[in-house]
RNA sequence: GCUGAGUUGGCGGAGUAGUCAAUCGCAUCAGACUGUAGAUCUGACGCCCGUUCGGGCUACGGGAGUGCAAAUCUCUCACUCAGCA
């Protein structure tokens, strides 16, 4: 390996907040930089849905998440090492995290089981038979693929990240259920931390950062014992794991940062929603990567600017609906975005009625777009010292 | 004109005497979605009541029958399609 890709990635705080712990920063790789805060669009299996990179570069984008259980699966970590990694595979060339497989131990797991998500709603789902099956030494899933059983480990994840050759990548860990009692949770976290020591070990590829993942569920006690750890293991730091309710969330943020190195990059992991992200920058959480405005964006919801967008309708709209049949304004007339400056909401609408696949691709453009620029935002609002103010222009 | 096949809820299409207000698909409507088993999933979908669960009414082209009971059997009318004249 050369020297000039032997660099780990750095992370500087550029400008701090003076009225909160929201900061401006940048995260160096060979592969490029990533000014912070930033949110990372997911692309799971090393695309981003329905976008390319030219969309993606176009949109201003300055990385990507994969996934390395997914890939792992298909098409397979050795074939995208003989590519020169996911970025190179994927014709990205820009910087990209994965994330371990830690999240499908829970999602294909107790998510199933018990029918919830990472945030806990009202509302519990279906019981369904779990596609994994946890243990000391890992975790062995049944492909959702082909059925074939795949075991994923700390060590084999790590190994797995290498040859996928992400700039940054993840620990490690174990979700535990939003529904999990304090003991549940203490063993799920006393796990993860047993993982993470192991992924530590087995980390050798000194050309990515690796992050630690904190967790603790909704327990105070359990999050900073969470955040001590991981700030004593690691130089960047993933808030991770499930949350009972959004102002449980923010507190969780709070309970970590305060708990971890300032110089550290933070990231928290799947969290994308407006009124989330200017919470958890407000408390001083650097990096995010969310499905949100992809899945959103296949679905038929598009983001929204206040008025019409608000913290109850979740900032977006449902372009399926009837209403928005013979509306010859743009998708959202507060957006410069390509989609935004070229078609009408109209066109839109009927692309999603007749399932053509323009549609998904120019609803998730606008999402990505959306996200990106609230990011730009946020950062020009903090270099600025005028956080709060520009916050209160989206929140009430 | 004759012969044969058919007519079921917005559409396509099951059912062929009781467990049928009627399987299923599509469409429609509503809801969900936060490290993507997701171009997905859930629910509603004749009308009117009432709480789960029921209760009432109107319905399987129109009309008339048989029968305890009919979307299902008989007769008749209308219409559609195919073949023969």
């Not at 032997?6 to 990533?34: L, M, Q």
């Not at 329905?50 to 098409?75: C, K, R, W």
């Not at 595979?89 to 499908?104: A, E, R």
């Amino acid at each position: 390996m050369l020297d000039i890709f032997n660099k780990t990635p750095t992370f500087e705080i550029t400008h701090k907040d003076t009225k909160t712990k929201a900061r401006t920063g940048v995260i160096k790789t060979t592969r490029g930089s990533i000014e912070t805060p930033y949110i990372f669009p997911v692309g799971t299996k090393a695309t981003v849905k329905s976008l390319d990179p030219y969309d993606l570069l176009e949109i201003g984008v300055q990385g990507v998440l994969a996934n390395t259980y997914h890939l792992f699966l298909q098409p397979g970590e050795n074939l995208i090492s003989k590519f020169g990694g996911v970025s190179e595979f994927m014709n990205w060339h820009g910087p990209v995290m994965t994330d371990s497989g830690g999240f499908q131990v829970f999602s294909l797991g107790v998510s199933l089981e018990q029918g919830v998500g990472k945030l806990l709603k009202d509302e519990v789902g279906v019981s369904k038979p779990r596609l994994n099956k946890i243990s000391e030494k890992g975790v062995t899933f049944q492909s959702h693929i082909d059925g074939a059983k795949k075991f994923l480990s700390p060590e084999i994840s790590i190994k797995i990240q290498e040859k996928l050759g992400a700039d940054l990548i993840v620990g490690f860990d174990d979700l535990e259920s939003p529904k999990y009692s304090y003991e549940e949770t203490k063993k799920s976290l006393d796990l993860t931390a047993r993982w993470l020591i192991r992924s530590v070990k087995a980390h050798k590829k000194k050309s990515q950062l690796l992050y630690g993942v904190t967790h603790g569920g909704k327990f105070k006690d359990l999050r900073i014992e969470s955040a001590k750890f991981n700030d004593k293991h690691f130089n960047a730091i993933a808030l991770g794991g499930a949350h009972e309710s959004k102002e449980n969330l923010y507190d969780v943020i709070s309970w970590t940062v305060e708990n971890v190195d300032e110089v550290k990059p933070k990231h928290l992991l799947g969290i994308g929603e407006v009124d989330d992200i200017l919470n958890a920058v407000e408390r001083g959480v650097d990096t995010f990567d969310c499905v949100i405005p992809t899945r959103m964006g296949r679905v038929g919801n598009i983001f929204v600017h206040p008025p019409i967008g608000n913290e109850k309708n979740k900032f977006r709209i449902d372009i399926t609906k009837r209403e928005f049949e013979k509306e010859k304004g743009s998708l959202n007339n507060k957006c410069d975005c390509k989609v935004c400056r070229n078609y009408t909401t109209a066109y839109i609408h009927h692309l999603f009625r007749a399932h053509e696949l323009l549609g998904y691709k120019l609803a998730s453009y606008h999402n990505v777009y959306f996200l990106n620029k609230l990011m730009e935002e946020i950062r020009d609002a903090i270099n600025e010292n005028r956080f709060l103010e520009y916050k209160k222009k989206w929140l009430r």
